[in-house]
């Protein structure tokens, strides 16, 4: 019997892995911790409602049926394990790469004890779904390290069985109040909401997948960085000043006379071109037209109506989000790497520090003090851009585009 296991019972798991694996597995076991959700998908046979935003309409769908074991239920962790002895493809889906600490690691680490004991020779491929560059190979390392010693020494074994693969994931979703909603389970006030979009790339794996419909890339770093400081930075971007502006969705955006150009040019100008210059020649995403397309894509879909999505949401945790390696700041050092003057974007993070806790300077406390150069380059543009950003918030706000080359000709 084909079995997939996922870890998570989140969003992305539920609107993306879990949903494609009802079709392409005999058996789907999801582990989570929430008795109250578990017990109510079990009652409704297995099955949890899911909405699929497109631009025009919200799909509804029931999924199922898949199996829910409490992971940390004693009974139900042997269950699990059962399972993981003999599954094909797992997925972690969870809040953060440091939860592989909470158990999942563990139970993994004896299903692969398992399967040694019955001598399973079929593959088992890991993806790791935690929106971190190297999510795959902390999990890996944080299962060897759970292995009992007795069995340390068949490591090499479970290499050529396993592999652990990174994913990159544009596809945008969330749990939202039901309202008129399919719920997750009947009479919930909870729903999952996920976008049409799909396409879903993971690093390039030795073994058949039967999860078929996500796209191999033999070197997955460019992608990750195109999603992080590409996609992530806009979306935080966008989000700032629509709450600097007063927005509650991001749909509102559209309405905004010249936001919509302007961050385009922050998308194509600013961070495309950072990308461009780096990855040029690896993929036509990183070429001029590709990274266009890209990036018009994006912002159609970042701020359809059907998504329903907040600019709370999306703008909320500044501080983690302004951290040195992050989006804002992040997509700044690759943009001065790279020669490219980042101005709109750094214009974003004094909109974001209007949310945060925190000032430029005791942020910039956090950041590492080498390599020097970099770290003055990065100041010296959020310095000239503040007084920028401050004669907008004095003028009353006015839209952006035709206000941000009027002031950028003078400056």
């Known amino acids: 019997m084909t079995t997939f296991v996922g870890f998570g019972f989140g969003a992305i798991q539920a609107g993306l892995f879990a949903r494609h694996a009802v079709d392409a597995f005999e058996r789907v076991v999801i582990a989570y911790r929430r008795p109250e959700v578990i017990a109510a998908v079990r009652e409704a046979g297995g099955y949890y409602g ?52 909470q158990g999942v690691a563990e139970v993994v680490a004896q299903g692969l004890v398992r399967r040694l004991e019955h001598d399973l020779r079929a593959p088992c491929i ?11 190979e902390r999990l890996q390392d944080a299962i060897w390290q759970a292995l009992p010693s007795t069995v340390t ?14 994913t990159v994931i544009g596809k945008m979703s969330g749990v939202v109040a039901a309202d008129d909603l399919m719920p997750i389970v009947a009479g919930g006030e909870r729903a999952f909401l996920v976008e049409a979009f799909d396409t879903i790339l993971v690093s390039a794996c030795p073994f058949t997948r039967r999860l078929d419909r996500l796209v191999e890339k033999p070197d997955l770093r460019p992608f990750e960085d195109a999603k992080l400081y590409g996609h992530n930075a806009i979306h935080a971007l966008a989000a700032y000043v629509g709450q600097t502006l007063g927005l509650a969705h991001m ?21 495309g071109a950072a990308l461009i210059r780096k990855y040029s020649g690896t993929d036509a995403l990183f070429t001029p037209r590709g990274f266009a397309d890209y990036a018009e894509d994006l912002l159609k879909r970042m701020t359809q109506a059907s998504l329903r999505d907040s600019c709370a949401r999306v703008a909320r945790d500044p501080v983690r989000k302004l951290a040195w390696d992050d989006r804002l700041i992040g997509t700044l050092r690759l943009a ?10 750094a214009f974003g993070v004094w909109a974001a520090l209007e949310l945060a806790p ?23 543009l959020l310095t000239d851009v503040r007084g920028r ?15 941000w080359q009027t002031t950028q000709a003078a400056h």
């Open 251 to 271: 749909y509102e955006l559209r309405e905004q006379a010249g936001l919509l150009p302007w961050l385009m040019a922050a998308f194509t100008e600013e961070s």
């Open 126 to 136: 890991f993806y790791a779904a935690e929106n971190h560059h190297h999510a795959a």
């Open 153 to 166: 020494s068949q490591r090499q074994k479970l290499q050529t069985q396993t592999a652990f693969l990174n």
């Open 50 to 101: 899911l909405n699929i935003a497109s631009e025009d309409a919200v799909v509804q769908e029931q999924v199922g049926p898949v199996e829910m074991l409490n992971l940390y239920d004693p009974a139900e962790r042997a269950q699990l394990i059962a399972a993981l002895a003999v599954a094909d493809e797992v997925v972690t889906a969870l809040s953060s790469v440091d939860d592989y600490a």
């Open 358 to 380: 925190v000032s430029l300077e005791q942020l910039a406390q956090h950041w590492p003090l080498t390599p020097t150069a970099e770290r003055k380059a990065v100041l010296a």
């Open 336 to 345: 001065h790497s790279q020669g490219v003057k980042a101005e709109r974007v």
């Open 389 to 403: 950003y401050q004669a907008w918030r004095t003028a009353g706000m006015p839209p952006l585009q035709p206000w």
